[in-house]
Each structure stands twice: as C-alpha cells, then as structure tokens.
C-alpha cells in the first residue's frame, strides 16, 4: 500500500511539473516563497482520531506557481524529501488536505514506528517555469503519535536469546483467562492474547513472530513493533514467570512466580501442600510424593495445584467440574487431565479437586505428579500422574 501511494505521488508530481513547464513565459520568473499559514508549528496529529489535516499557505499574487508540500525527517534538509504531495488542482490551489492514512506513511518514512510519536519538518516548494523555491529557514514540523496496532495479528510468538531457557526459543501460547467464578468454564483462549511460563536468567532475549516482526516491550507497560529491526530486550530478575502480551490492548505484563504447589486434602487429615520443581519449559513435577490419602478404612484422593506470585496473587490450577463427572473412568474423558486457572479465593477449598481412579487408585503408594503449562506437549494445559509401590 505504503509502494502505491508512493507511486501515485511521483505520477502526480510529474503532471504537475509539466503543467508549470508548459508555460514558456514563466520560464526565469522571480523566485516566490509562500508563508506558511496552517497547521501552526509542532502540530500535534494523533492518527488514530482519523481527521485528516489541511494545509494552507500564501498563495502568489502574479504569474502561474504551482505547490507542493515536502515532508522530511526531524534532521532533514528537504534535499532528499522523505514524502512529496501536489496540492489541490494539479498543483495550483495553495492547499492540501491528507488523510490519516497517507501521514501515516510520511511518518513511517521520516523513521516512526508503530506506538512512538515522530516529529516531522514540512514545507512549501513553488514551481514557476524553470524556476523552483524552497523554503527551508521557515519550515514548520508536525508531532504525529502513531497507532500501536499490528496487522494481521501474529499466528505464532517466540522468544529468544541469552536470558531465555537453554537459550533456546520459547513458545508462546493462546492466552487462557483466569476464572473467577465457581463452575465456570474457560476453556476459549482469548483471540489475540498470547502467554507463557518460563524462566528467565541474567541477559537479553527478542519476540518475534511468524511474519518476521519483531517487538520491544516499553516500561511503561506498552509493547511495539519494530518491524524488521531486532531489539534486545533486557530480562527481569532472574526467575520463573509468567508472560503476558494482549494484542487487543499491546500492552505486556509479568509476573514472578514464588512456586507452585500440590495440594491435597482427605477429609479425615489435615491438607498438605508439597512445592514442586519446575523442569523447564512451563512445567513442575512432584516425584515419588508419600501422600496421605486413606486412615485404613476410608480413602479421600481429592487434589488440585496451587500457584503462588510474587506480587500476593494466588491461582488455583484444577479442572472445571463437568469435565471430571466419570471418576471411575477418567482415561475415558481426554477432558479430564485438563488445567484451568481460577482465581484461587474465588473457590471453596474443595472446589474443582481432581480424584484418583475409584477414589482408590494410589493409596499406599508414592505419588508423581507433572504439570504441563505450555501447549507443546498438548494442545491444552494438563498433568499427569502415576503411582507406584512404596
């Protein structure tokens, strides 16, 4: 689009050179420097508003002077013009209304990317014959805020570098909501919102997407695209996390995880809750765990997971009810292993707890327990469990 506009400007331009060429009596005319008059100087454009900006200039009393409006970066000289339109008429009205869409191609042009605001110099050339001016002593310059937006959303979102695990690339996946009713399910990802769990060391690492765009994840919460240009962001303290970009919003967000819990509970014993190790790769495994679930004539295997911030907020990863109905049976239903958030004191303590085959299966027996937060070992967050003799 940007390579059309660009096209149609130059064919323009050449209509309009040649319209001022045609009259031989202007050849060698006095040069003619228009003051400027609209928009004022450091006009602010925010592109998103959608109104285009009108400019106006003093218009020559005598002879045929045809305009054109040169934009150019903050630095610039208009030797080189980043951007150059014909005014209305062919060139002949002192004025030029340009939409929203066709600044922001001249602010891409003078360096802006997507959510920064770019400052951009512009003035007026007068044509007459053979005779060209430009003004470059009084030229006036536009603030123009880009929209932070991406289009078409990214398939796919990885990061990379020295602070990323293995220093290998690390998936990001379809963001899941976190419930905070009882009972509800959330099992719809959230169109355009991308997550993960990782751990992050001491360095720098990239986001990148599957079209090649690359993003910078501002402080003030805002991340950008950068397009093509590689930017190193630098990592929090080193930890494990949980990362979050909201496309709809391109705002980021991190938190630090302090541990994930297994949580178990008989109703004849008191609850315990074991911390598990994270391996990598958003997954935490509690291995050959001596869990108390039967007194010798009762049994009770009802557990869930436990995730702890840093920042106080705790989650609770369990299942939603009407997907864990078959007990008996759990192999039966793919649904069963499933991992959901939910805001863990939106629930009663037994809310959401998972059980054992026959509410047997495992007494007796050292437990193992693996957590899968990530969508590449499944299509869904889920764990797994199995047990063996003590």
Not at 44 to 66: H, K, M, Q, R
Not at 254 to 262: P, S
Request: include cysteine; proline fraction near 4%.
């Amino acid at each position: 689009m940007k390579r059309i506009l660009y096209l149609f400007s130059v064919v323009v331009l050449a209509l309009a050179a040649t319209a001022c060429d045609s009259d031989e009596n202007d050849n060698g005319a006095e040069e003619f420097v228009p003051q400027l008059y609209f928009p004022k100087d450091q006009y602010a454009v925010d592109i998103t508003t959608g109104l285009p900006v009108i400019f106006e200039w003093e218009n020559a009393t005598s002879g045929y002077v045809c305009y054109q409006i040169l934009f150019d970066r903050e630095e610039g000289d208009f030797s080189d013009p980043a951007y150059v339109a014909t005014s209305e008429s062919n060139g002949i009205k002192p004025s030029l209304q340009i939409e929203t869409g066709t600044l922001s191609t001249i602010a891409s042009l003078c360096g802006g990317l997507p959510g920064q605001t770019v400052t951009i110099k512009w003035t007026v050339r007068t044509i007459q014959g053979t005779t060209q001016s430009v003004d470059r002593q009084n030229a006036r310059t536009l603030i123009v805020t880009l929209p932070n937006t991406v289009d078409p959303l990214p398939a796919t979102l990885a990061f990379q570098g020295s602070a990323t695990e293995n220093q290998a690339a690390v998936k990001l996946n379809a963001a899941l909501p976190v419930g905070t009713t009882k009972g509800q399910h959330i099992a719809d990802r959230k169109q355009g919102a991308m997550e993960c769990f990782t751990r992050f060391s001491a360095g720098t690492f990239t986001i990148q997407d599957n079209l090649g765009r690359y993003y910078a994840l501002d402080e003030n919460g805002v991340f950008r695209t950068t397009e093509s240009q590689i930017v190193e962001n630098t990592a929090p303290e080193e930890g494990i996390y949980w990362v979050y970009l909201d496309f709809n919003t391109m705002k980021w967000s991190m938190k630090r995880i302090e541990k994930v819990e297994f949580w178990n509970h008989p109703y004849f014993e008191a609850a315990s809750q074991e911390e598990m190790t994270y391996t990598g790769n958003g997954v935490w495994e509690l291995v050959d765990f001596a869990w108390v679930v039967t007194n010798g004539s009762s049994t009770d295997t009802r557990y869930y997971f436990i995730a702890t911030y840093e920042d106080g907020s705790v989650e609770r990863w369990s299942f939603w009810a009407d997907d864990c109905r078959n007990n008996d049976k759990p192999d039966e239903d793919p649904k069963f292993y499933n991992i959901y958030r939910f805001t863990h004191g939106s629930l009663d303590e037994w809310d959401h707890t998972w059980k054992s085959k026959n509410d047997r299966e495992g007494a007796d027996q050292l437990a193992t327990f693996r957590v899968h937060m990530n969508n590449t070992d499944k299509a869904d967050y889920y764990h797994e469990r199995s047990f063996r003799d003590k």
